[in-house]
């Protein structure tokens, strides 16, 4: 297979952790590959796989708006069937709708293709964040270090929607076909597994 090209949307969030996480499970996997932080439609419309990182959705979703060539690059690539792992900004940014418990549905743009709804700040602020080991069987038996940061949680899901994990019978990890979305932050802790997952999407993507 030629060289896998991944992206981070690179607007907002932790992008480059994101890049040194998915280098490291390209290498893992023996596979060549590309992976680098990307923002205009151009090398977007050219990737194989694209992360959204955690950050601030709101930030991320109204900087898209500014930007509309790139969100609809996104959003036809994904409809495609392109890989998209979106971690907890991320995740929200792929859902279909999204509220707070504080302010209730939040009007942010969003990209609409998860079949989920999303409550926002579900754990609390930024200074009750919390690491939890959880159980992915997806990733096999080991469990996986969760690392919460304003974490969202998963409401509502529809019929596509696999639960990947649930964290307090909180749903914390989903996938529908091509879009893997977690609550945590993967690539924050040392355990590749989540980011070799959305991988192994891309080499199925492929198809050569
Ligand atoms: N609370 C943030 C939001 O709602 C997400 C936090 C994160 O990505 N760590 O966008």
């Known amino acids: 297979m030629s060289n896998i090209k991944v992206g981070v949307l690179g607007i907002q969030g932790d992008i480059e952790e994101n890049v040194l996480a998915t280098a490291e499970a390209l290498k893992k996997l023996n596979l060549r590959g590309t992976v680098e932080s990307v923002r205009y439609s151009e090398s977007i419309a050219d990737l194989d ?73 579900a754990f609390g602020r930024q200074h009750e964040s919390f690491e939890a080991d959880l159980e992915i069987p997806v990733l096999g038996k080991e469990p996986f270090r969760g690392i919460f940061i304003r974490s969202p949680i998963v409401n509502n899901v529809g019929e596509s929607v696999t639960i990947l994990t649930k964290l307090n019978d909180k749903i914390v990890a989903v996938k529908q076909n091509n879009i893997i979305g977690t609550s945590f932050h993967p690539e924050l802790s040392s355990d590749r597994r989540l980011h070799e997952l959305f991988i192994k999407d891309i080499v199925g993507f492929r198809k050569d």
């Open 49 to 121: 796989g694209l992360i959204l990182p955690g950050g601030e959705s709101t930030v991320i979703g109204s900087l898209l708006s500014i930007q509309g060539k790139v969100f609809q690059t996104i959003e036809k690539k994904i409809t495609e069937g392109m890989p998209v792992l979106g971690t907890c900004a991320g995740l929200i940014m792929l859902s279909k709708r999204t509220y707070d418990k504080v302010v209730g549905e939040t009007k942010q743009k969003l990209f609409g293709m998860l079949d989920v709804v999303i409550e926002r700040n």
